[in-house]
């Protein structure tokens, strides 16, 4: 399959410009997207776009990565309900170093090749670039009618917070940039998310008018889950590719717990499976849906890409303690940043350290930490086994905890059942 192809069947493209796919098995040809400089990490959104730069890259073509230094500052309209917050310089260089950081895991940037990936700033190419030069040589190439036809900015025009004279001009500078990259880099494609669809065939016009060449694009859907939620948002917020800002763990989990109908789609879009192994997964997946065999693959996959083999394990082994069998060896090997980020959510209570330095009855501790309202409760549930203390059943009431027992000599995890558990911090 040519590049077209394959995003075709997996779902990763929507629009394209008649001559694409001929441009593209024509020659080496080299594209961009631009990336969002907001904040400091790209979410699990702004996967989908670099895959298409890697899927480009893997298919011989040179992608280029452009990060909105200068269009940061303005702030895209399309599709928004109000106008965005505008950053201010300092803010905008920390948010491009982490955003760099990132693309170079996904990139090939070796710079011997001749497809080597790029990144580039459209900072670089506005700061000198003066308003009134601005509107006597790029300005006078799109009329005001072309830019109000567009979907996006329509729809503000129409709505009821309007639109600044800022907004509307960004279409012209994302227009621009297409052109100083045809111009300057050779780039003759423009890909991006189908919001970004007016905005991208304004700077086809402008490689047009400006240049007197050609230029192509084409875009991809904007995931949405079937449940009608939007992807890559959680009662936590975005899912975030930096690990401080989504453990392993819990980027893990997003996926994991994808629905049967989204992890069908997004096995083809997030993971580089052939169309044979995903086509018999998904076959062996619906002869027995119970075994989420789809979403462990899926998790596996893009967990492995994002985070690397050892957070992946990390994360397999972490969800074994909540939701598997795990022993109490796998516990006790957790260090306290990795508890923590698999207890995140699970109910904390404190107890007193000098309880456990003297020995604490199990009974006495139940009903004093809250876990149960009173020790009759608490002798009850000991009593028919339904007590484990750091993954260990506890035997009987006479049962005797202390400092020995404290993971990292501060927790203890108690479980309640099969599926109730409770984080107990000696304090």
Not at 352 to 364: K, L, N, P, Q
């Amino acid at each position: 399959m040519n590049l077209i192809e394959e995003l075709r069947w997996r779902g990763m493209l929507q629009d394209i410009m008649p001559g694409t796919e001929e441009q593209l098995t024509k020659e080496m040809t080299s594209a961009y997207i631009g990336f969002d400089p907001t904040a400091d990490s790209l979410h699990i959104g702004s996967l989908v776009p670099i895959l298409l730069l890697v899927h480009l890259q893997k298919a011989g073509h040179k992608p280029f990565a452009l990060i909105g230094g200068a269009t940061g500052m303005v702030g895209d309209p399309s599709f928004k309900a109000e106008e965005r917050k505008m950053l201010d310089e300092a803010t905008l260089q920390h948010n491009l170093a982490g955003i760099r950081k990132q693309l170079e895991k996904f990139l090939d940037f070796e710079p011997g090749k001749a497809n080597a990936a790029e990144i580039v700033n459209n900072y670089d190419w506005f700061r000198e670039f003066s308003f009134l030069d601005f509107i006597r040589e790029v300005g006078k190439h799109i009329t005001v009618n072309y830019m109000m036809a567009k979907d996006s900015v329509r729809k503000r025009i129409e709505g009821d917070s309007g639109i600044s004279f800022t907004e509307f001009t960004y279409q012209l500078i994302q227009g621009y940039d297409f052109y100083w990259l045809y111009k300057n880099k050779n780039c003759k494609l423009q890909m991006g998310g189908s919001d970004q669809w007016g905005n991208i065939t304004t700077g086809t016009e402008l490689v047009r008018r400006m240049g007197g060449g050609e230029a192509f694009a084409f875009t991809c859907p904007l995931l949405t889950k079937s449940d009608g939620g939007k992807f890559g948002k959680t009662e936590r917020g975005n899912i975030w590719l930096d690990p401080q800002k989504t453990s392993p763990y819990q980027f893990y989990q997003f996926w994991l717990n994808a629905s049967d109908d989204d992890a069908e789609k997004w096995i083809r879009i997030f993971t580089f499976l052939g169309k044979e192994e995903t086509d018999s997964l998904t076959t062996e997946h619906k002869q027995a849906p119970h075994l989420r065999l789809i979403q462990k693959k899926l998790a596996e996959e893009i967990t492995t890409l994002v985070h690397g083999r050892e957070e992946y394990d990390f994360a397999v082994k972490a969800s074994e303690i909540l939701f598997g069998n795990a022993t109490t060896e796998v516990l006790l090997s957790l260090n306290e940043e990795q508890l923590l980020q698999v207890m995140e959510g699970v109910p904390t209570h404190e107890y007193a350290r000098t309880a456990f330095e003297a020995g604490a009855d199990i009974v006495g501790f139940l009903a004093e930490s809250g876990i149960f309202p009173s020790k009759g409760e608490a002798r009850k549930m000991v009593q028919s086994g339904g007590i484990s203390i750091n993954k260990s059943k506890v035997e009987g009431v006479e049962a005797k905890l202390s400092t020995t027992n404290l993971l990292n000599n501060r927790y203890l995890l108690v479980q309640k059942g099969k599926k109730n558990y409770y984080l107990v911090k000696a304090v």
